[in-house]
């Protein structure tokens, strides 16, 4: 079965801080997106990646380094965290851009 | 940017009643839409997808409804039961990498 395990599940991290959410993808899939999710926002993406050792920009990609050292991991870093960044982030990935993208359970990300 | 407006927020309906949740999009070009369904402390799980040339598609008690015309594009599941209760997401992608989506709507079924 399709899985994208995210970890951790969620984190306190102090403002200031330097923070790492990690993904793996048991799919074979060459697209992989990291999403966050704010009440009231749905989900924005904030980076992309098409292939191992390539990384896009998303809408909201200020703030956010992706990096994609294989197919199978796609890891989201905050380098200086804020408090605006408190939200819950989604792993995702897909076979192609516009097919059936399956989700990780999300992390839970609070900044103090 | 393409933008998706999605209403309403909050519904509630009693077991066994449908809900009916719509979304708006800007962009006419052609594109696949989709619905997601998210449970609590869960990710987001795809209901269904339908592409531009299709305007309706049933599938286990869901329907969904495309008007290209009004830029339109809507969920109606029937029979609601406890299990559907859920925060739902519709989401529009035009042929590229990225895919927005609406806002949600919480989804509460009463006994």
């Known amino acids: 079965e399709a899985a994208v395990t995210q970890s951790p599940r969620s984190k306190v991290a102090v403002t200031g801080g330097k923070v790492t959410l990690s993904c793996h993808q048991t799919?074979?899939?060459?697209?992989m997106y990291w999403y966050r999710q704010d009440t009231g926002h749905g989900l924005r993406l904030i980076h992309y990646s098409y292939v191992a050792d390539s990384t896009e920009k998303g809408d909201i990609p200020d703030g956010y380094k992706a990096s994609r050292p294989s197919q199978e991991n796609f890891s989201l870093i905050l380098e200086l965290a804020s408090l605006s960044q408190t939200a819950v982030y989604f792993c995702?990935?897909?076979?192609?851009?516009?097919?059936?993208?399956?989700f990780g359970k999300g992390t839970r990300l609070t900044v103090v | 940017g393409e933008q998706v407006e999605q209403r309403p927020p909050h519904l509630s309906v009693r077991e066994g009643d449908s809900a009916f949740i719509i979304c708006t999009y800007t962009d006419s070009a052609t594109a696949y839409f989709y619905w997601y369904k998210q449970e609590p402390g869960a990710g987001l799980q795809l209901l269904m997808s339908v592409f531009s040339n299709v305007d309706r598609k049933e599938e286990q008690g869901l329907t969904v409804l495309l008007n290209k015309k009004d830029k339109r594009l809507s969920l109606n599941l029937t029979a609601a039961h406890p299990g559907d209760s859920a925060v739902y997401f519709c989401?529009?992608?035009?042929?590229?990498?990225?895919?927005?989506f609406g806002a949600g709507t919480k989804l509460t079924i009463k006994p």
């Open positions: 799919n074979n899939h060459d697209y």
């Open positions: 995702a990935s897909s076979i192609l851009a516009n097919t059936e993208v399956f």
């Open positions: 989401a529009v992608s035009y042929g590229n990498e990225k895919i927005t």
